[in-house]
T-cell receptor
């Protein structure tokens, strides 16, 4: 099946620093999504990307859908303490005859040191 | 508040118990999903319902039994579970499960502990 490689697994950064994480796939996806999950909560959608090459921002967050459709990155600028959490990428491929869920990366655990 | 509500948030059950997880979405979506999230593993898709019809069962053991009475409600019936089934179970919904460009929204999850 499809696999997503998300990196880095964890990041320890200082408050105010910029953050960059990415996902690569062995398969092509038609949609890339980025989620953030706080401890004990469900993932919350941050950014959705639907078109190869698309660059989308949501406040301090910017994500891009790779041209090859096999990768995506998420950048966070000027990190703040509430950015702490686990960030997941997810890819979705429309199948020919049925329903699809999402394929998730293993997550990037972001830890911010004041 | 994501528009997808799960109850209970926490559940502890014995291996011989029967319990159910409930999910309700207020987004007018037609597709609903169950995912399992275990420690140090990617989110695993369990079941997909599209317009109340089950369209995917991702090789889930029969001790997990989904039910979708309408497009807004989804249940996961649990019986004779094993300790390794302890995990966070996430419900999600989307407009439709059969087209791309289709954003999935998650509930807050139900923490299940099997003792």
């Amino acid at each position: 099946g499809q696999q997503l490689n998300q990196s880095p697994q964890s990041m320890f950064i200082q408050e105010g620093e910029d953050v960059s994480m990415n996902c690569t796939s062995s398969s092509i996806f038609n949609t890339w999504l980025w989620y953030k999950q706080d401890p004990g909560e469900g993932p919350v959608l941050l950014i959705a990307l639907y078109k190869a090459g698309e660059l989308t921002s949501n406040g301090r967050l910017t994500a891009q859908f790779g041209i090859t459709r096999k990768d995506s990155f998420l950048n966070i600028s000027a990190s703040i303490p509430s950015d702490v959490g686990i960030y997941f990428c997810a890819g979705q491929l429309r199948s020919g005859g049925g329903a699809d869920g999402l394929t998730f990366g293993k997550g990037t655990h972001l830890i911010i040191q004041p | 508040e994501t528009g997808v509500t799960q109850t209970p948030r926490h559940l502890v059950m014995g291996m011989t118990n029967k319990k159910s997880l409930k999910c309700e979405q207020h987004l007018g979506h037609n597709a609903m999903y169950w995912y399992k999230q275990s420690a140090k593993k990617p989110l695993e898709l369990m079941f997909v319902y599209n317009f109340k019809e089950q369209t995917e069962n991702n090789s889930v053991p029969s001790r997990f039994s989904p039910e979708c009475p309408n497009s807004s409600h989804l249940f996961l019936h649990l019986h004779t579970l094993q300790p390794e089934d302890s995990a966070l179970y996430l419900c999600a919904s989307s407009q439709s499960a059969s087209s791309s460009g289709n954003t999935i929204y998650f509930g807050e999850g139900s923490w299940l502990t099997v003792v």
